[in-house]
């Protein structure tokens, strides 16, 4: 097995085809709580296990034979919705945690047969990489971030900013620090809620670049809405380019842009 395809795979998020390419049909896999055998029974666990939480890999130590292979990970989980039910904890959208696992692999035809893992309590002894940039957890990062976002989480989001920061909107003045940000939203939440749906991102480690859907529902009236008047029920979507500063790996500054003028109204429901 090639174990650098099956950390893409894992990091992609796509596990359909991580189980399907990568373990025997009658897998067994052990932990410390819960013993399960089968691929349907693997992929379930997955199901369960990716609902609404990214777990992106990050080796540490790879050691590997013919039909065994050992590897310690540490493991980032990022949220992108609540899960009070997570076996780590409790996390919220916007919400990251590493958790440090052992793994031994048995191989067999060049697919894990058996899987047994061990933890160790979450961030104990973990190794740390600047939260936002082009590695897969730092991607898996950010939409986390826009999610904390979409929720109106002022306190999680802004987490991913620089004490300079500097937002840039198309109707507004700058706004300067995560602290007059949240205030912003905070107020604007209130009436209008904002939601972000990603079409597609690019990130280096210095800046990321977003395509994206800006969708603001009124949730009372607001006649005076910077975009445009709301009533109660009403939105409007604009599609917007976004471009995010990077600063050792947080948001130091926020340009939005209309993506064209067109901007379009319905009511919900």
Not at 120 to 147: C, N
Request: proline fraction near 5%; glycine fraction near 6%; charged fraction near 25%.
């Amino acid at each position: 097995m090639n174990y650098g395809d099956y950390i893409a795979c894992f990091s992609a998020g796509d596990d359909e085809r991580l189980v399907e390419d990568f373990f025997c049909d009658d897998v067994v896999f052990r932990s410390s709580g819960r013993d399960f055998q089968g691929k349907a029974a693997l992929k379930d666990f997955l199901d369960w296990a990716h609902d609404g939480v990214r777990e992106v890999p990050r080796p540490q130590l790879v050691l590997q034979n013919r039909d065994h292979l050992f590897a310690e990970i540490d493991m980032d989980f990022h949220a992108v919705k609540e899960r009070p039910d997570f076996p780590f904890g409790h996390l919220h959208a916007g919400d990251m945690m590493t958790v440090k696992f052992f793994v031994t692999y048995e191989l067999r035809g060049g697919r894990v047969a058996s899987l047994t893992s061990m933890v160790w309590p979450p961030e104990k002894g973990v190794s740390r990489v600047p939260r936002l940039g082009a590695m897969p957890t730092q991607i898996a990062a950010f939409h986390s971030y826009a999610a904390a976002f979409s929720a109106g989480d002022t306190e999680r989001f802004t987490k991913f900013y620089t004490d300079d920061i500097v937002l840039e909107l198309p109707a507004a003045p700058p706004i300067k620090g995560p602290d007059a940000i949240a205030e912003y939203y905070s107020a604007m939440f209130k009436r209008v809620r904002e939601t972000i749906t990603i079409h597609s991102l690019d990130a280096t480690a210095e800046k990321v670049t977003l395509n994206a859907t800006a969708r603001f529902t009124a949730v009372k009236d607001a006649p005076d809405f910077v975009v445009a008047a709301l009533s109660k029920g009403e939105f409007l979507e604009s599609n917007v380019i976004v471009e995010y500063r990077l600063k050792d790996g947080l948001i130091d500054h926020i340009d939005v842009r209309r993506n064209g003028e067109k901007l379009t109204h319905g009511k919900i429901g």
